[in-house]
């Protein structure tokens, strides 16, 4: 692993999150104030710069614009970052950011029309805290990747943490990258991922594939991307999944 700075990261969250993020190295969590040793959380980290722009800005000049037939929501997410992105070392800003964009597309509203009755607020939570921590995850515009920890790997991340079985896990990591199977609110995590300097992509094909996810810059090469992940993808998911309290579940 090349480590590029080993000072803590430390962030206090609006939400505690479930203390049991502790059972993974290099994670802390007292309540809403979360730490991370960036040298035993991540199996790989080359970058301490993220792209962000402020949450409140894409709530107020992004989230309600409509796409056009001559501007598509992709096109609108794009020129807003190009616009309003900025590059910062600060993690906890970006973990900051993070937690509100997950706060907003993981929404308890949704339940209702989901037509999931399997998933319940409490998966939202489960979502919304490691969906929170892949943010710290960075893929290059060559696409490789410079940082990757144990939240790459969602469900077996989560398996973890919460001692979800491997059905419900992959169930949740469907929700996940599935843009909770409905278009509109794809287009909502197009718009609420602008604030992280990107949009949402993913490796895999399915659950059963688990080859995880982060927030790409458009314009990053996929087969790149591709061709990294397949390099590295067993042998750390194998490490996430050796955490486990419960090895049968």
């Known amino acids: 692993m090349t480590t590029i700075d080993t000072t803590a990261i430390e962030v206090e969250l609006p939400e505690a999150f479930d203390p049991r993020w502790g059972r993974l190295p290099g994670i ?3 309540g809403r104030r979360i730490t991370i040793d960036p040298a035993e959380y991540f199996f790989r980290f080359e970058s301490n710069t993220w792209l962000v722009a402020d949450w409140e800005l894409v709530k107020g000049q992004l989230l309600d614009v409509d796409e056009t037939t001559e501007s598509a929501v992709e096109q609108l997410a794009l020129d807003f ?26 929404r308890e509203e949704h339940l209702a ?6 998933i319940t607020a409490e998966h939202l939570r489960m ?3 490691a ?5 710290l995850n960075k893929v290059e515009l060559d696409g490789h990747i410079s940082n990757v920890g144990p939240c790459w790997f969602f469900p ?3 398996s973890v943490v919460f001692d979800l079985d491997d059905e419900t896990g992959g169930m949740l990591d469907e929700v996940y990258h599935g843009g909770w199977f409905n278009e509109h609110r794809r287009i909502e995590s ?14 895999c094909q399915s659950v059963p594939d688990q080859s995880g996810g982060v927030v790409a810059p458009y314009g990053a090469s996929m087969a790149n991307f591709r061709d990294d992940l397949a390099a590295f993808k067993a042998g750390w998911l194998e490490q996430v999944y050796a955490h486990r309290v419960n090895p049968a579940a």
């Open 127 to 129: 979502l919304r805290e």
């Open 28 to 30: 802390q969590v007292d």
């Open 81 to 106: 970052i190009k616009q309003h992105s900025e590059s910062t070392s600060d993690a906890a800003r970006v973990l900051a950011t993070a937690y509100e964009v997950y706060a907003y597309l993981f």
């Open 113 to 118: 029309g989901l037509g999931l009755p399997q």
């Open 156 to 158: 077996a991340a989560t």
């Open 190 to 203: 197009i718009k609420a991922h602008a604030a992280l300097g990107g949009r949402l992509v993913h490796g």
């Open 131 to 135: 969906a929170t921590l892949m943010v």
